[in-house]
């Protein structure tokens, strides 16, 4: 018989409210994510506004893209503004050298990245350059994008012809700091952050929330030496309000880096490693957490996973340092069970980027020079749990669930789900990990009555599924059948899939 869960949602007891900005995106000058895919030029036949692909542009605003950061990445700490502003022909270029080795031409600077973010309707997320910069450099980055009035940056700006300060809320200081960032220590960089943040100014109305450059996966040990410095333990002052934010990056990579496997060329085997790693991101989250608990027990500092997503072998014949992978209903799962997570976790985790947004990593677009435009399985995750974005999450309970698949010692669990409501609305989301069993699902709804519900479902026959430009259409949502039980609904998952539940709620 088909195996079956039952999934109790607490719609009356609200829980965090889970920011739109879990659903942030990532862009760096890497590959062909921002030059031939956000940017084209503005010298190209595809409908563009001032170079910035229009297509690109529709797609995502249908995401509502709460923010966007930039322009790194590795990139950012060997970025330098001022070559990035100022006629196009006279801005000098320069080597991006973590990405390709290839000439950075710098036509898609400040302006441009502003720009972009308008037409998305994105906030900026400003990553500084810490590793190879200077903290004279990223304070007057921050003056030249958000004074008003008059002063030495703001008339560069305005002879650059734009006269208003933009709004800039979110700012990185450096980025893996650890590893391409400076290669430095924990209390090394947490002291350098430290001076970096102190001049980077709330000029005017503008506030920056300022987030240092945090761990990789479960190093708590540099989440420790940052919480250290915020809460001046042991300084005899009372804590500071220097960084209002740590971060730390966790992709799902399941074998060695050497061999992470093919996008779309993969067994039973990786994909359940594949899933038992994008599970594990709750325990290393969990595991910051907790660090910041016992120097910030109040919860002010937000915890920001700037990078997360799958890295695999990039695509035959591609450049290796252009991290151009495709994208299968696998990598879909992996951004649904990342969103559970987040959900759970969004009293803490305030703020997350998939990496990358277009042609980079898990992306949700894939282009080509000739106008080919590609959603992927991932972005259809994103835009079917749009509706959790600034939402109340509620708690979720799968019992009488299939057990769990043991692998290399530990345990997966096949269902995973999350809900939450807003404004008389609930969303429910569910992902049957079962590679070859359907699912079926009772949605035990307490706490409010129900008016209506619409199912949708991501689906294909096969994990590998993915869209390509030759065939779009092979894993897109499609309506789910919901019918009514006497505990709430019911619905049919197949094997490996996504699905929504919206309700309407009395
Ligand atoms: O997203 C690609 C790279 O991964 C980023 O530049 C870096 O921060 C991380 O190692």
Redesign the pocket.
């Known amino acids: 018989s088909t195996p079956s869960a039952r999934v109790v949602i607490d719609l009356d007891v609200p829980g965090p409210t889970i920011s739109r900005h879990l659903y942030g995106h990532f862009a760096?000058h890497?590959g062909r994510c921002v030059y031939g895919g956000f940017y084209v030029g503005e010298s190209s036949e595809l409908p563009h506004e001032a170079g910035l692909r229009l297509d690109v542009v529709e797609a995502l605003r249908a995401l509502n893209i709460p923010n966007l950061r930039w322009p790194?990445?590795?990139?950012a700490d060997e970025y330098h503004w001022k070559d990035g502003i100022g006629p196009k022909e006279q801005r000098p270029g320069m080597i991006n050298t973590?990405w390709g080795d290839v000439e950075e031409n710098n036509h898609f600077g400040t302006h441009e990245f502003m720009a972009l973010c308008e037409l998305l309707g994105a906030e900026p997320y400003v990553n500084g350059n810490v590793g190879s910069g200077t903290v004279q450099e990223m304070s007057e980055w921050v003056e030249y994008l958000t004074r008003d009035g008059d002063s030495p940056m703001v008339r560069l700006r305005r002879e650059n012809g734009r006269d208003e300060p933009w709004t800039v809320p979110f700012w990185g200081i450096g980025?893996?700091a650890w590893g391409?960032g400076g290669n430095l220590r924990a209390d090394a960089y947490a002291d350098l952050a430290t001076r970096y943040a102190t001049f980077l100014k709330d000029h005017g109305d503008n506030k920056l929330y300022r987030i240092a450059a945090g761990a990789a996966d479960d190093d708590l040990a540099w989440t420790e030496a940052l919480m250290k410095v915020i809460s001046c333990l042991g300084c005899g002052k009372e804590p500071r309000n220097i960084f209002q934010a740590v971060s730390f990056?966790y992709y799902t990579v399941p074998g060695p880096w050497a061999h992470k496997g093919s996008a779309t060329s993969f067994d039973v085997d990786d994909y359940y490693r594949t899933m038992l790693k994008a599970q594990d991101v709750e325990r290393v989250i969990a595991g910051h957490s907790a660090v910041m608990d016992a120097y910030d027990p109040q919860r002010k500092v937000g915890l920001v996973l700037d990078?997360w997503g799958t890295w695999w072998d990039v695509e035959a014949g591609t450049n290796p340092g252009f991290?151009y992978q495709q994208n299968a209903l696998r990598d879909a799962l992996v951004a649904s069970l990342h969103f559970d997570v987040f959900h759970r976790h969004a009293e803490r985790l305030v703020m997350a980027n998939i990496?990358?947004t277009v042609n980079v990593?898990q992306a949700m677009l894939l282009t080509d020079e000739t106008g080919g435009l590609v959603l992927t399985p991932t972005y259809h995750v994103f835009e079917m749990n749009k509706g959790h974005h600034d939402a109340t999450s509620v708690p979720v309970h799968v019992v009488d669930r299939p057990a769990a698949y043991s692998v290399d010692g530990k345990d997966l669990e096949l269902v995973s789900a999350s809900a939450s409501v807003k404004d008389g609305a609930g969303l429910v989301s569910l992902t049957n990990l079962d590679p070859t069993s359907a699912l079926d699902v009772v949605l035990d709804l307490r706490g409010a009555g129900l008016a209506s519900s619409v199912g949708r479902i991501l689906a294909a026959p096969k994990l590998h599924a993915h869209n390509t430009f030759a065939e779009p259409a092979a894993v897109v949502p499609s309506e789910l059948d919901v019918t009514e039980d006497p505990r709430g609904l019911r619905v049919n998952l197949p094997p490996h899939s996504f699905a929504t539940v919206s309700l309407r709620l009395v």
Do not use: S
């Open positions: 760096e890497l790194g990445g590795c990139f973590h980025n893996e391409c990056h990078e991290l990496a990358q990593l």
